[in-house]
């Protein structure tokens, strides 16, 4: 797909070897996630088209929707002008939260208080299998 020595070279990483990416629906403009990419999840992503990112609760790279079958496409690799941000322009089969929700902002401040603006539209046990 894209040869991803480049990116990598303009990227800047943190002191984890980390970089944080939020992930947007390509033909909608939603925002779905926030995550983290190290460089081979970067790497990955670029060469195979399939988005990966870097989980770091587990320590290990994620490829979105290895476990629950909801997966990420890249259409287009972006960054800021610092290039210590990644915007990634997706097209998502399904939903992108683990609650089950299409995106992981799903609450919102009010003025009455906490509200959540979207629903769950699968069941994350299902989701997992748990």
Not at 97 to 116: I, N, Q, V
């Amino acid at each position: 797909m894209i040869d991803p020595s480049a990116a990598l070279t303009a990227l800047t990483f943190n002191s984890h070897g980390l970089v944080p990416v939020i992930a947007q629906q390509h033909d909608t403009g939603e925002v779905l996630m926030m995550a983290w990419m190290n460089r081979e999840a970067v790497a990955e992503t670029l060469s195979t088209g399939r988005v990966c990112y870097y989980s770091r609760s587990r320590g290990k790279l994620w490829r979105k929707g290895e476990s629950s079958g909801q997966q990420q496409t890249l259409v287009d690799f972006r960054f800021d002008c610092d290039g210590d941000t990644v915007l990634l322009l997706v097209d998502q089969q399904g939903v992108a939260c683990h609650t089950g929700r299409r995106s992981c902002f799903y609450t919102a401040a009010r003025a009455e208080g906490l509200t959540e603006i979207a629903p769950v539209l699968v069941d994350p046990k299902s989701l997992y299998g748990q």
